[in-house]
C-alpha cells in the first residue's frame, strides 16, 4: 500500500492550519521517540542500509510487530498504527536526510510499506520504550472514559438518594 500520499497530505494540511513552520512541541517529540541519539542514527542511514536490508516476502504484512488500523483521516487502511504515523510525519519533518533518502528509494526502488518497514526495525531499539509509553497512555485513557461512563449514575445510586431524600421528608411519629 503506497502511504506517500498520506504523509505529503499531513505534512501539507498541517502546514496550512499552522503558521508555525515547525509545530512539534518538545514534549510530543519526546513522547514520540525523537531524541538526539535517534536523530544521529537515522542521519547515519544511507541508500545501501535500505537496499541491502532483507525483506521478507512481499506478501508479508510486517508480522505482529505492524498494527494494521483504520485511520481517522478518511478511513483509509494503513500498515502503520497511529503512533507510528505521527512519529514518522515527525521524522520526515526534522530530519531532512530521512525525508531525502525516502524520496530516493520510494517507488523506484522499494514501496512505501517497505521503507517504513525497514526504518522501523531498524529504529527499534531506540523507539521501542516511547511506543510501548504511548500505548499504555492510550489503553489508560479507554479505560478512564470507560470508567467515567459507567460510573455516571447506577441505579443503585438513584435507589439509595431517593431512600435518604424520602428519609428526610417524611415526618417523624413518636
Known amino acids: 500500500m503506497d502511504l506517500s500520499w498520506w504523509f505529503r497530505r499531513t505534512t501539507k494540511s498541517s502546514t496550512q492550519h499552522n503558521p508555525n513552520p515547525n509545530p512539534s512541541k518538545p514534549q510530543d517529540e519526546e513522547q514520540l521517540g525523537i531524541t538526539e541519539q535517534l536523530i544521529d542514527f537515522v542521519k547515519s542511514f544511507t541508500f545501501d ?29 494503513n500498515d502503520l498504527s497511529e503512533w507510528q504515523q505521527r ?34 526495525k531498524l529504529v527499534k531499539s531506540h523507539i521501542a520504550e516511547y511506543e510501548l509509553c504511548a500505548i ?4 489508560l485513557k479507554t479505560m478512564a472514559t470507560e470508567n467515567e461512563k459507567s460510573s455516571d449514575i447506577s441505579p443503585y445510586e438513584v435507589e439509595m438518594a431517593e431512600t435518604k431524600h424520602t428519609e428526610h421528608i417524611s415526618p417523624h411519629n413518636p
Not at 499504555?136 to 489503553?139: G, W
Open 87 to 120: 512519529h514518522a510525519t515527525l521524522v520526515l519533518s526534522k530530519i531532512k536526510e530521512i525525508s531525502k533518502l525516502r524520496y530516493m528509494l520510494c517507488p523506484r526502488h522499494l514501496k512505501e510499506r517497505q521503507f517504513w518497514s525497514i526504518y522501523f
Open 136 to 139: 499504555q497512555l492510550e489503553k
Open 49 to 77: 542500509t535500505f537496499k541491502n536490508f532483507p525483506l521478507q516476502d512481499d506478501d508479508d504484512d510486517g508480522g505482529s510487530e505492524t498494527v494494521m488500523t483504520t485511520s481517522s483521516r478518511g478511513n483509509v487502511r
